[in-house]
């Protein structure tokens, strides 16, 4: 059973940083593109960062290029996502993703983050 | 970059047929796979269509997914409502510089 679990959420204030994690297991996590993707309280879906299987290719969304970074340790079967610079719009549940292209096909549960002073 | 537009919001009885719009702003709609995930409160979003119009496996024949050219849009049909379809429905797509897009989200609502 493919099971992806983040962790790392939680409150901070603006301007800190965060390094959310997500463990995979399940599937050989080595053959598939991860991404993260958020959702701010009551809103809609937001993709923030995509890594390819062998970190090859990696590409963010504007509104977190330059202060997002996505990486992924294969032998680790995880993905993380260091966030800097954090600000009170990056508030969201972020969700850890796999892809087999071009469906997202299953998500994590999510971990909160919330930037408030 | 592109956006993708859908309706606030839909409502229909149990039973009958609902079709939810999905509007790309620039781009031809027809290069880029679209998808549908469907989200229930609470819980994190599971694809009901991929690649335009394929159902990913378990999921029932009463979902479908079209193009249309002319609109550049995708829509979301589903038949044969049950209450158990209710929830937000999003489409999704992406472009040439591997950036991806979700559409704002529907609200369905099964009265």
């Known amino acids: 059973e493919v099971q992806l679990v983040e962790s790392g959420g939680g409150l901070v204030k603006p301007g800190a940083s965060l390094r959310l994690s997500c463990a995979a297991s399940g599937f050989p996590f080595s053959s598939y593109t991860m991404k993260w993707v958020r959702q701010a309280p009551g809103k809609g879906l937001e993709w923030v960062a995509s890594i390819e299987s062998s970190s090859t290719y990696i590409f963010y969304a504007d509104s977190v290029k330059g202060r997002f970074t996505i990486s992924r340790d294969n032998a680790k079967n995880s993905v993380y996502l260091q966030m800097n610079s954090l600000r009170a719009e990056d508030t969201a549940v972020y969700y850890c993703?796999?892809?087999?292209?071009?469906?997202?096909?299953?998500w994590g549960q999510g971990t909160l983050v919330t930037v408030s002073s | 970059n592109f956006m993708l537009t859908q309706p606030h919001s839909v409502s229909e009885s149990p039973g009958k047929t609902v079709t939810i719009s999905c509007t790309r702003s620039?781009?031809?709609?027809?290069?880029?796979?679209v998808q549908w995930y469907q989200q229930r409160p609470g819980s994190a979003p599971t694809s009901v269509i991929y690649?335009?119009?394929?159902?990913p496996s378990g999921v029932p024949d009463r979902f479908s997914g079209s193009i249309d050219s002319p609109s550049n849009s995708a829509s979301l049909t589903i038949s044969g409502l049950k209450t158990e379809d209710e929830a937000d429905y999003y489409c999704q797509s992406y472009d040439s510089n591997n950036h991806w897009v979700f559409g704002g989200g529907t609200k369905l609502t099964v009265l």
């Open positions: 620039s781009g031809p709609i027809l290069s880029y796979y």
């Open positions: 690649a335009d119009n394929r159902r």
């Open positions: 993703v796999r892809v087999d292209n071009p469906i997202f096909d299953h």
